[in-house]
């Protein structure tokens, strides 16, 4: 069974840098093809795709934030990691990761992220 | 970047009745050397994660039901629910996963008439 799960802070200040983490289980990162990504979504607005990383460690970003974003995992292949660095109330947004083959096949709950100061 | 449209953003629909919303890229999403459509279709219900419905424009996941039919190719793409159900009343999304940075639509919204 293929679980994804967010966690984050919930709440930071403009200038910030947000750090997240995506835990998953049932598959294994180091499995040839498999892919993690992170994607937002301001509330009542569509999704935007942030950021993946596959299982050779190669990280692809989107260019419109690819100079605040950091996409990493763990040894184990069981957690990625997202930071954004400078954060403002554009940020702002429910942060998911889903597991990345022919589209996005499993999602996280999503983590929301609020930006104020 | 790979521009997704999608039309109509919202459509009053009931149930019984059969549906189609639009999805276009701004340029082609058939790979030549597989025949292969880039387009995935996503159904996102309030307060849910988005699920994947959908692959290569016309594929439908594992326990998806067979109402919900994908079509198109290179630029145009069609998602037809037969028969709309009352738990069909949610955001479609489409998706394009072609080429970095894969991309969105803006989404359709079915709401009950």
């Known amino acids: 069974q293929v679980t994804l799960k967010e966690s984050g802070p919930g709440m930071l200040q403009p200038s910030k840098t947000l750090s997240l983490t995506c835990s998953f289980s049932?598959?294994?990162?180091?499995?040839?093809?498999?892919?993690v990504s992170w994607i937002r979504q301001p509330s009542g607005k569509s999704l935007e795709w942030l950021a993946a990383i596959d299982w050779d460690g190669d990280k692809y970003y989107n260019p419109s934030l690819k100079s605040r974003l950091t996409v990493s995992k763990d040894t184990s292949n069981t957690q990625v990691f997202l930071k954004i660095t400078s954060v403002d109330i554009a940020d702002t947004a429910t942060y998911y990761c889903a597991r990345s083959r022919t589209g996005f096949d499993y999602w996280g709950q999503g983590v929301m992220v609020t930006v104020s100061s | 970047d790979i521009v997704m449209t999608q039309t109509p953003s919202s459509q009053a629909v009931s149930a019984g009745e059969k549906v189609t919303m639009s999805c276009k890229s701004s340029?082609?999403?058939?790979?030549?050397?597989?025949?292969?459509?880039?387009l995935a279709w996503y159904q996102q219900k309030p307060g849910q994660s988005p699920k994947l419905l959908i692959s290569w424009a016309s594929t439908r996941e594992s326990g998806v039901p067979d109402r919900f039919i994908g079509s198109g190719s290179g630029t145009d793409f069609t998602l037809t629910i037969s028969s709309v159900q009352a738990e069909d009343l949610a955001v479609y999304y489409c998706e394009q996963y072609y080429d970095t940075p894969w991309t969105f639509g803006g989404g359709t919204k079915l709401e009950l008439k």
């Open positions: 049932g598959f294994s990162l180091s499995t040839s093809g498999m892919v």
């Open positions: 340029q082609s999403l058939l790979y030549s050397e597989n025949k292969k459509n880039y």
